[in-house]
């Protein structure tokens, strides 16, 4: 190859090389991605059937997009691996658990709730209840997996070890 044409050709890929860093890195922010940091779910008994589980947890929002809560669902998945849907508890009915159920403890954080917003670069606090159709001692030795849905399709979701 002629010297001559090596040098334009070298720096060609060079500034493609330039022009797609530089387009990566300007729509980092643009992915929406949630960032979940768990405290250890408190699991009680409501009856010989059922346990109800509250858990904790600090959301964060690093990019430049909000987020904003459309649902929320929960899926247990038992020792065996079988799988079973889970009850979200509504807001309303979170202080009339933890005051018949005093072993859950205290309400520490907020419920989270549809509608509430994340937004960009910002980290809150938040709970969620659970009822699960499964005896104590199923519940304890399970994981459950909470997954907020988006308004516009976005999913982000955790898995919490219930032990």
């Given at each position: 190859m002629d010297k001559r044409l090596l040098i334009p050709v070298l720096i060609g890929i060079a500034v493609v090389v330039v022009v797609v860093v530089f387009i990566l890195g300007g729509t980092k922010g643009a992915h929406l991605e949630l960032k979940w940091?768990?405290?250890?779910?408190?699991?009680?008994?409501?009856?010989?059937?059922?346990?109800?589980?509250?858990?904790?947890?600090?959301?964060?929002?690093d990019s430049d997009v909000r987020f904003v809560v459309g649902d929320v669902t929960a899926t247990l998945t038992k020792p065996n691996g079988e799988t079973a849907d889970a009850s979200v508890i509504a807001a309303s009915d979170v202080p009339q658990l933890l005051q018949f159920n005093r072993f859950l403890g205290n309400q520490y954080n907020p419920v989270l709730k549809m509608r509430d917003e994340i937004r960009p670069h910002e980290?809150?606090?938040?709970?969620?209840?659970?009822?699960?159709?499964?005896?104590?001692?199923?519940?304890?030795?399970?994981?459950?997996?909470?997954?907020?849905?988006?308004?516009?399709?976005?999913?982000?979701s955790t898995t919490v070890p219930l032990q």
């Open positions: 940091k768990l405290v250890k779910p408190r699991v009680g008994s409501i009856d010989e059937n059922s346990s109800a589980v509250i858990t904790d947890f600090r959301i964060a929002n980290m809150f606090d938040r709970m969620v209840a659970v009822r699960l159709e499964v005896p104590l001692a199923v519940a304890q030795k399970s994981k459950m997996t909470l997954t907020l849905h988006e308004v516009d399709g976005v999913e982000s």
